[in-house]
């Protein structure tokens, strides 16, 4: 422990002109189509206030502009360690009060939301932690459930999709915690694609399937009537295009992960997953 920390702090003199505070830091937030809306504001309204008031610069990707293997768009923040800091918080904020909003008039209205963070392949271990007890950590202290995407469950081959599900405060607490990891990183929590656009490869192509792509077991579905295609390993990540709430009226999918076999399980139990279609979570397989 000491010889890596040793090793974080000689990174950390590297970078830059004297630290990573000198440097801009980008994390990127991966925010369901319905609700990123809320992010930009009537005209980009909301995202030129938050630019201006934090010294940020807010990239949300455009509409049909999505990570890979889901229905979520990037918004990137980009910015000294501690604007961004600031304005992230104030961006979960806004989707969370937006989320709350459209549930207020729906049957089944949902009380957490699945919310995802692209990690740079490089970095993940330093959120993980051996055996995963930094991860656990995290959900201890937020009060969050966190899945990270194992490599070989990865859409994109240098970065990681890892959901937080839980309520906006407990959210916003996990997601600052993880940008203080990766600041302490300093180079290896570059991106290696710095922007929100990204080139599918082969495996990413093709029409979307009619009941959405199959779980690791080959028998539960994926996400749900609007999911993306199945993939060799695992079926989509990402919101069904419906719409995750009932008010919606889609079938809730969640972030509909690959099979459960595909991600690292924090929380206790089966991986239970509110607002997951059959009440299961990921993959949202029969099986699971």
Known sequence: MA???????????LDGAGGTTQENFKIKLLVPQHLASS??????????????????NIKMSETRAFFPGSTNRVCMCDGKPDNVKTVVPEVISIIWQHFQAINVDSDNPKTELPLGVSIPQA???????????????IQTSSGCRIHMARKNEMTYPSERPCVITGQGQEITMAVMTMIDLLVAEGDLAKYQNPSTRYVPSNSQEGAHGAAGGM??????????????????MGGPMGY????????YGGT??????PGQTGFYEMAPGAGNFPGA????????????
């Open 277 to 288: 279609g059959a009440g299961t979570f990921p993959g949202a397989g029969a099986g699971t």
């Open 123 to 137: 970095a993940c271990g330093a959120v993980i932690g051996r055996g995963g007890e930094v991860m656990k950590g």
């Open 252 to 257: 809730p999918a969640g972030f509909g992960m």
């Open 39 to 56: 992010v930009i504001g009537k005209g980009g309204s909301v995202i030129k206030d938050l630019q201006a008031r934090t010294s940020t």
């Open 3 to 13: 010889a890596e920390e040793a090793n974080r702090g000689t990174k950390r003199e």
């Open 215 to 232: 779980g690791t077991n080959g028998t539960g579905m994926g996400a749900g009537a609007f999911g993306q295609p199945a993939y060799a």
């Open 240 to 247: 069904d295009q419906s719409g995750m709430m009932a008010a």
